[in-house]
């Protein structure tokens, strides 16, 4: 018997045809547009953000080591300057025909005050995770994707959800700011107060956070619970759902009246094995459903509600990050 997925991803690619013991697919494929050339008439390289929206041919490529090499190239890099973590911003924050800066190679734990954690900014929350495990404690908040830079992170706003949860950037108690001078500045709520609080979400526009101190928590075990339902029933829900759950988000998903359900919860059940995610797959069938049946909103969602509307709710245990 064919799985729901393979019959997803099936009937998403093309025309299902069954008859005569045998099934036949015919493909519709909407080719996406074409990336930009690797290589400027210049020679210069191309860097493009991770949705592909944004892009640019940056004159230098600068990753400091330091903060006294930061400083240096502050000073006397070509202008503008922009530092890029992992380009996970839709916005066009990081194009530059000038100085594209990355802090990949400032990254880590520098010390621990208390509970408190001192980070390189160029650390991905991916790594970060782990190394606040090993001392037992976690970020109080994520967001839903941890391939971000801290200092990406925070300096453009990201959160998680929660109705009792800050942003991330509501968990910095001080940082280090290098300006364009080349000055490396001090910063928390008594001390250089005023840039400490438009510093942490100031999109490079005061200078590049080199160092944050992070409030943590104790790390705990989440339950996560994923499941499918009518979006009208989850609309008249929502708010009940989000005084309720530690996270709650929903997706509601195009043209098929459907949201996927999304919570977590701390908890003290055992971690269970990490299922493998299905989310490139379910965002592909999506894009195949587009393509094939963008002519006919109807039909549309009567394949996606076929195909999505039964779909068993996902359970896992697992460590927060």
């Not at 930009?36 to 860097?47: A, E, F, N, T």
């Not at 942490?200 to 996560?224: C, F, W, Y």
């Not at 797959?281 to 509307?309: D, H, I």
Request: hydrophobic share 40%; with cysteine.
């Amino acid at each position: 018997m064919i799985s729901r997925r393979k019959a997803l991803l099936a009937g998403a690619a093309g025309v299902v045809v069954v008859g005569g013991g045998g099934v036949a697919l015919a493909i519709r494929e909407k080719p996406e547009p074409a990336a930009p050339p690797s290589v400027d008439p210049q020679g210069k390289m191309l860097w493009r953000n991770w949705s592909g929206t944004q892009s640019a041919y940056p004159g230098l490529r600068s990753a400091p080591k330091s903060e006294v090499e930061l400083a240096q190239a502050l000073r006397t890099a070509p202008a503008p300057i922009r530092p890029v973590g992992a380009g996970h911003s839709f916005t066009a924050l990081v194009p530059t025909s000038g100085t594209l800066m990355t802090l990949d190679q400032m990254a880590g734990i520098e010390r621990w005050e208390g509970d408190e954690a001192v980070v390189w900014t160029g650390t991905r929350l991916g790594a970060l995770g782990p190394a606040l495990a090993a001392k037992g404690r976690a970020m109080p908040n994520l967001p839903d994707i941890n391939k971000q830079s801290l200092g990406g992170a925070i300096g453009t706003g990201t959160h998680g959800t929660g109705t009792n949860l800050k942003a991330l950037h509501g968990d910095i108690t001080a940082l280090r700011l290098a300006t364009v001078s080349g000055e490396v500045l001090e910063c928390d709520a008594t001390h250089n107060a005023e840039i400490f609080h438009a510093a942490r979400v100031s999109m490079g526009a005061l200078g590049v956070i080199t160092q944050v101190r992070l409030q943590t928590s104790a790390n705990r075990r989440l339950h996560r619970h994923v499941w499918i339902e009518p979006l009208a029933d989850t609309i008249a829900r929502c708010e009940d759902r989000w005084a309720k759950h530690r996270n709650y988000e929903f997706y509601a998903v195009p043209f098929t009246d459907l949201a996927a359900n999304i919570t977590h919860d701390e908890t003290d059940l055992p971690a269970t094995p990490p299922a493998p995610s299905s989310d490139d797959a379910f965002l592909e069938a999506l894009k195949q459903l587009r393509n094939l049946l963008g002519f006919s909103t109807p039909l549309r969602k009567a394949a996606a509600k076929a195909l999505l509307g039964s779909t068993k709710p996902e359970e896992a245990v697992g460590e927060g990050w």
